[in-house]
């Protein structure tokens, strides 16, 4: 265990001393990496330990720029007020819409939530104090390492959240509502309680990368700030590294991250489909991701590849 959190605290002081190369491509890449490692380990706080694939996290993401871009485009605030309301939106949706959809399950809580961004990006394209379909345009400042060392702190503090509720008796209930929520509740579990506060915890840490991103790229419009696809990255990211776990996220992130740059720069438009087949791939062959894989190669070896292929009926 020791071993264990001093090669986690190396490899923080490692991506913390990724700045001093000075190669600004690295650090970018670095930027983007680490906060779709936070949006793939917030969305682990619901989908992985509660087990509710939520398609609403897009919606707390574009809640996040808005209120960041808002803040500072339109009302001349300091970024970190910005970033604080972006947040508070966020959070103020989640409760108000995970109390009523909460109560659906399985494949009807993710269709509900597949409505919730067209209809906040219909909702911010007509208000003027948004910039209606336009967008909006944020002070320009070209400081990636700040924003580099920003995201890397929201990462480092998404993940120990991660890390506490994996060891809490909060994560207990949350794998219990996982497993067999009525179970979970004959048991003296607050299904309710339990299930709107992960989604508050991971409207929070979505909505401040989303601040973040906003101020980086100076830029936001209702399409790309509620775009549905990001939240289908960060299920992939989060799939492929591991659900339920605390740092299978961020590695599917940081892997397939690299992998679509390498794939986007160099076969352009056809990075996506070759990403979509290596997912599919995955998904038959490690459906629990490279963190299972591991254990599951040392203990079966090679039969645990057919072992999913044959729980998939293949």
């Known amino acids: 265990m020791k071993g264990r959190v001093a090669l986690l605290g190396l490899c923080a002081v490692l991506l913390a001393l990724l700045p001093l190369t000075g190669d600004d491509v690295l650090i970018q890449y670095g930027i983007d990496a680490l906060l779709f490692a936070t949006l793939a380990q917030a969305w682990n706080i619901i989908g992985g330990f509660a087990g509710y694939a939520s398609f609403g996290n897009s919606s707390f993401y574009g809640l996040g720029t808005y209120g960041t871009a808002i803040a500072m485009a339109q009302l001349h605030l300091p970024f970190w007020v910005g970033l604080c309301l972006g947040a508070f939106l966020a959070v103020v949706c989640a409760v108000l819409i995970g109390l009523p959809i909460l109560r659906l399950r399985g494949h009807y809580f993710a269709i509900a939530t597949l409505g919730l961004s067209a209809t906040l990006s219909a ?19 070209r400081n990636d390492t700040m924003f580099y060392e920003l995201a890397l702190v929201l990462l480092v503090a998404a993940t120990g959240t991660v890390a506490w509720i994996a060891r809490s008796r909060f994560g207990m209930g949350l794998i219990a509502i996982r497993e067999n929520e009525d179970a979970a509740q004959v048991m003296g579990v607050n299904t309710t309680l339990y299930k709107v506060t992960a989604l508050v915890l991971s409207a929070f840490f979505t909505a401040l990368a989303g601040g973040i991103h906003a101020y980086w790229i100076t830029f936001i419009d209702p399409a790309s700030a509620f775009d549905l696809t990001l939240n289908v990255r960060m299920v992939i990211m989060a799939m492929f590294g591991g659900p339920g776990t605390v740092l299978g996220p961020v590695i599917g992130s940081f892997i397939l991250t690299f992998v679509y740059q390498l794939l986007a720069s160099s076969i352009s438009t056809a990075a996506a489909l070759l990403f979509g087949i290596v997912i599919v791939l995955a998904v038959i062959f490690m459906p629990r991701g490279l963190w299972d894989l591991a254990g599951g190669l040392r203990r079966l070896g090679p039969r645990y590849f057919l072992q999913n292929i044959r729980a998939h009926r293949l």
């Not at 909702?123 to 400042?141: K, Q």
């Open 123 to 141: 909702i911010i394209a007509n208000l003027d104090i948004s910039g209606r379909n336009i967008g909006l345009i944020l002070p320009l400042t």
